[in-house]
């Protein structure tokens, strides 16, 4: 979730740092995925005025202006926007601001034979919105030579997970809630408003599907005016990475990321009779408000009137009954939506939105008053009109949760000494009411507390987890055996091979969505979970490939120039008679440049199949595997390049590793820029050493005599894969070719069409004495009648 420092200072009186907040939001269990200041992007822009605007000599769509700065002399700009006129304020880039909108940076310069010493900008240009027809007009009271990011109110974003079980915290005021009790302001909170309402609610609403929709608030407002919302309001959704709509739609926005409770707004007009809260009729369908038509079962609950479906309940408004800029009436919404339920519709619909993620985590039950006065008042300021008064139909399901509560039980779970009255303060400081005798009652929206571990849990997390002492478990006299499996070992050997490699590791998901794990699974059963976090998250991986590119495309995203990620994990089937089947698996994404461009090498080079092979074949030898007896094969897979990747054999049939760079149908399905290089090593495939206990190295012991070299070059068939020919050259003499390498590949003239040239360089290592010429030849006639069997013949 997103937001902005100045939002959260609506409802926290603070006058901690960035770096203050962001560290107390990671101390009390709201990670901080990224922070971005928007006024570093508009550094070098500032308030200007155009003093004079006269016509271009040699353009007729271009201005020479004379502009204000606030500093010296006028600076004259070159200007095509069509409103740029003497006496207006606007934004000047200055020669060496950077355009957020290209990355352009600007520098003085001749237009058609005229300086220019900077640009008069537009809205887009400074990604402040989508217009471009000409450049900002600034009030008359802006103060010329300001810079336009403190004029703006540019404020620092706060990019924070929140995790499923915190649903109070989906809303600002939630975490602003939480940070005060961290002791880092105090908590502002909202005033909520008495709206007296003239008349009664003018629509009849019905709750038909008690089950799904437990209640339902709303009311009536007369007389609006849709348009554009507030500028404060705007900045607060362009913050949240909400693109502002009309007044009336991001005024129901605003209080879903303000308080965590989601609303709707429906015009008035498009209504007919009663609305009612309903199931949904097998194959009814509705318009969503993302233009998606979508087919609907009995199963899921409707917001409907007579004539049909207008909303599919706590997740989408329909496209029909929405407001627009000629709405003028209005009915508005505030309903408790069954969170199973809405869990249930969103997975079968494929459909995910802001309320969704809100509702079928469960919102404040006890919230819909106050959220429909907050709401209306809201409306009323913006947009003006008449408010009727309030229907209420239903009960929400507010239950108290009372928890008899031991504060020694803190140190006991916790680990950690805390006094009685400062475990009281954090409980209250979160809105828990604690009685004298330790009787605590949970505020209705903390639906994750269920006992008295929970509490401890909230008390030592705002006290903060880096006061928790690292105390060693107890351990007996004597020399611990070891417990560390084979597996295990061979783990732990691998991880230190790959970081010493220079892989970094990674750490993802072991569950990922549907699509991706299916591209993937190779025609394999996947496990899928009947109810998953999200749909992101909803099949078992059937290769540690997707997320390592999730992990390598969300650094590039970043400005990673490359990464070298490795990960070792699981890859889960659907085994014989529903069993499940883990495989130990090893991977590796290598994507962006391989080295950065320099002096020496010229420009930056990206990696290639090669450099995935190397990889594989380096953490096969660290694993014990024998990597001479390898046989490069194809057959990686469809998700591979089929020319630049293959698999690495024992045998014919038992696969250990597959390499090579990934095809461009994965890179555009992953949505990730290539070359992408990725390896997989089967660390169930690796046969174990006969005995057990794995692969093991044998001690170093060099031979006593020099080796002797031989060069061979062959012509072989054009499809003859070079490795078939060096291991028929390493067999034909097993015990005195110790190794035989390809040295080069040549086709041209000289060579017969169909064919190809390829030299071995062969060593050989004599025993008890030194290698004969006679020898020599007779080892040699041998290497050229193995080649033999493969199709290939000496070169003359």
């Known amino acids: 979730m997103k937001f902005s420092l100045e939002w959260l200072k609506h409802f926290l009186d603070t006058d901690a740092s960035v770096a203050e907040i962001s560290a107390a939001l990671n101390r009390i269990g709201h990670e901080v995925e990224g922070i971005e200041d928007p006024a570093d992007k508009l550094a070098g822009f500032r308030v200007a005025k155009v003093l004079t605007a006269a016509k271009h000599p040699d353009a007729d769509k271009l201005q020479v ?29 200055l020669p060496g601001a950077v355009v957020p909108a290209n990355g352009m940076e600007l520098r003085k310069s001749a237009i058609r034979g005229v300086e220019s010493n900077g640009m008069m900008c537009s809205v887009r240009e400074l990604e402040l919105g989508d217009e471009h027809d000409g450049i900002i007009e600034l009030p008359e009271a802006a103060p010329v030579g300001q810079s336009f990011a403190a004029y703006s109110d540019a404020s620092p974003v706060f990019d924070v997970a929140i995790t499923p079980n915190r649903p109070d915290c989906m809303g600002v005021m939630g975490i602003a809630r939480d940070l005060a009790a961290a002791g880092l302001g105090t908590f502002k909170p909202v005033d909520v408003p008495v709206i007296e309402g003239e008349g009664p609610c003018p629509v009849e609403v019905r709750i038909e599907d008690v089950d799904g929709v437990p209640a339902y608030h709303g009311r009536v407002i007369r007389g609006v005016k849709n348009g554009p ?36 707004v429906y015009d008035l007009r498009k209504l007919s009779g009663p609305v009612i809260a309903r199931r949904a009729k097998n194959g009814e369908t509705v318009e969503a408000l993302n233009e998606k038509t979508y087919t609907l079962d009995e199963t899921m609950t409707v917001i409907a009137d007579e004539k049909g479906v207008h909303d599919i ?40 939105s802001d309320a969704r993620t809100r509702f079928e985590r469960g919102v404040d039950p006890a919230f819909l008053d106050d959220g429909l006065a907050l709401l209306t008042d809201l409306i009323v300021q913006t947009c003006g009109g008449t408010p009727s008064e309030a229907v209420q139909v239903g009960q929400a399901p507010v239950e108290k949760t009372d928890i008899a509560f031991d504060p020694e039980l803190t140190a006991r779970l916790g680990g950690v000494e805390i006094a009685r009255d400062r475990q009281r303060a954090i409980l209250e400081a979160l ?32 006290h903060g987890l880096d006061h928790v002492g690292s105390v060693a478990l107890p351990r007996a006299e004597g020399v611990a055996r070891p417990t560390a499996t084979p597996l295990q070992q061979l783990e732990r050997k691998l991880r230190r091979a790959a970081a010493a490699r220079g892989l970094n590791e990674a750490v993802t998901w072991s569950f990922l969505p549907t699509a991706d794990a299916e591209f993937f699974a190779d025609g394999a059963q996947l496990w899928t979970l009947d109810n998953p976090i999200s749909e992101d998250m909803k099949a078992m991986r059937p290769s540690l490939v997707p997320g390592l590119l999730a992990a390598a495309k969300r650094n590039a995203d970043r400005g990673a120039e490359g990464s070298r990620l490795f990960e070792l994990g699981r890859r889960y089937f659907r085994g014989k008679a529903g069993a499940s089947d883990e495989k130990p ?45 390898l046989m490069v094969m194809d057959g990686a897979g469809d998700q591979f390049h089929p020319g630049q990747s293959a698999t690495l054999r024992l045998g014919p049939k038992n696969v250990l590793a597959r390499f090579g760079a990934l095809h461009p149908r994965t890179l555009k399905a992953f949505d ?125």
């Open 65 to 93: 202006l004379s502009v204000d700065t606030g500093e010296g002399d006028p600076l004259q700009v070159v200007c095509g926007a069509p409103n740029a006129r003497a006496g207006m304020k606007g934004v000047l880039g």
């Open 431 to 462: 809105d828990f009411t604690v009685a004298d005798d330790w009787q605590v009652t949970c505020p209705s929206r903390r639906h994750d507390i269920e006992g008295a571990a929970d509490l401890v849990e909230e008390v030592v997390r705002i």
């Open 229 to 264: 919302s507030p500028d404060w309001l705007q900045r607060r959704l362009k913050a949240a990475g909400q693109r502002p709509i009309s007044a009336l739609v991001d005024c129901t926005n605003y209080l879903m990321f303000a308080t965590g409770r989601p609303a709707h």
């Open 585 to 629: 698996t090893l991977g590796v994404v290598l994507a962006g440049n391989r080295t950065a461009r320099g002096w020496a090498h010229g420009k930056a080079t990206g990696f290639d199949a090669f450099d995935a092979k190397s990889e594989a074949m380096a953490l096969l030898e660290a694993a014990g595997a024998p990597v001479e007896n």
């Open 313 to 352: 309940g706590g997740i989408m408004g329909g496209e029909h009954s929405g407001a627009d800029e000629s709405t003028t009436d209005v009915l508005l919404e505030i309903a408790y939506f069954d969170p199973e339920r809405i869990g249930v519709t969103g997975r079968k619909l494929g459909l995910a």
């Open 672 to 796: 990730i820029e290539g070359p992408v290089m990725a390896v997989e090593i089967f660390l169930d495939a690796l046969p174990a050493k006969k005995g057990g206990g794995g692969f093991a190295r044998a001690a170093y012991a060099p031979p006593a005599l020099q080796p002797v070299s031989r060069d061979f070059a062959f012509l072989v068939p054009a499809g003859l894969a070079a490795s078939d020919l060096v291991r028929a050259v390493k067999g034909a003499d097993k015990q005195s070719v110790v190794a035989a390498r390809v040295f080069d590949v040549f086709v041209g003239q000289g060579v017969p069409e169909g064919k190809k040239s390829v030299a071995v360089e062969v060593v050989l290592q004599p025993g008890e004495k030194t290698f004969t010429e006679v020898e020599i030849k007779a080892i040699s006639d041998k290497i050229v009648a193995s080649a033999a069997k493969q199709g290939a013949e000496l070169r003359g």
